[in-house]
């Protein structure tokens, strides 16, 4: 048992350290993406689903709260996936859930937060065709090969793919990856001195 122990963490550091070596170009982008978002008096909206939901909420409870340092609150939401919203309409409409909420909330200038762990999760990829018909940019934190949701993205959107195949090791990478950002944002937006 313990040696299966020990392989599950020797496994998942692996998984870092390939997304370590992958991604530093797309976490930069991204982080300046958000940043200028926020100096521009624009919101976050994030969505995600099911497990990726959680982390979706994470990131924007992060920019609206703090990360590590006490500062000011960030402009960010998380699409809600309760279907109260949609009450009297078909079951068809589930899959409608976070883009008609984006067609309700979202302005011109807000920025789309999309996790997805393949990048087929239906409702995230309505969200993000919602999005594209509002002119908004999108940040896709995707794994394995992006599914449908990579050739949703245009050259003004960021894609941060995990290199990875296993639905865990890419939900490990993605909470990595939002730590990283919140802290990257803060250092944008107000730089300690060292």
């Known amino acids: 048992?313990?040696?299966?122990?020990?392989?599950i963490f020797?496994?998942?550091?692996q998984a870092q350290i390939a997304a370590g070596e992958a991604l530093p170009e797309q976490l930069e982008t991204a982080a300046y993406v958000i940043s200028q978002t926020l100096i521009n008096g624009?919101?976050?909206i994030c969505c995600g689903e099911p497990s990726s939901h959680m982390l979706a909420e994470h990131f924007a409870s992060l920019l609206i709260n703090f990360y590590?340092?006490?500062?000011?609150?960030l402009p960010a939401l998380t699409l809600s996936q309760s279907s109260i919203n949609l009450s009297g309409q078909s079951t068809s409409s589930q899959t409608e859930l976070f883009a008609r909420q984006i067609r309700a909330i979202a302005q011109e200038g807000d920025l789309l937060f999309a996790i997805a762990l393949n990048g087929n999760e239906k409702e995230v990829i309505s969200a993000v065709e919602s999005a594209l018909t509002k002119d908004?940019?999108?940040i896709a934190l995707t794994g394995n090969d992006g599914g449908e949701l990579t050739g949703l993205l245009g050259p003004?959107?960021?894609e941060i793919r995990v290199p990875n195949k296993r639905a865990s090791r890419i939900l490990e990478s993605h909470m990595f990856t939002v730590h990283c950002l919140s802290q990257l944002i803060d250092n944008i937006l107000f730089p300690q001195d060292a």
């Open 1 to 7: 048992m313990q040696e299966s122990i020990k392989a």
């Open 68 to 73: 590590e340092t006490e500062r000011p609150c």
């Open 42 to 44: 624009n919101k976050l």
């Open 136 to 138: 908004l940019k999108i």
């Open 10 to 13: 020797t496994e998942s550091i």
């Open 156 to 158: 003004n959107d960021v």
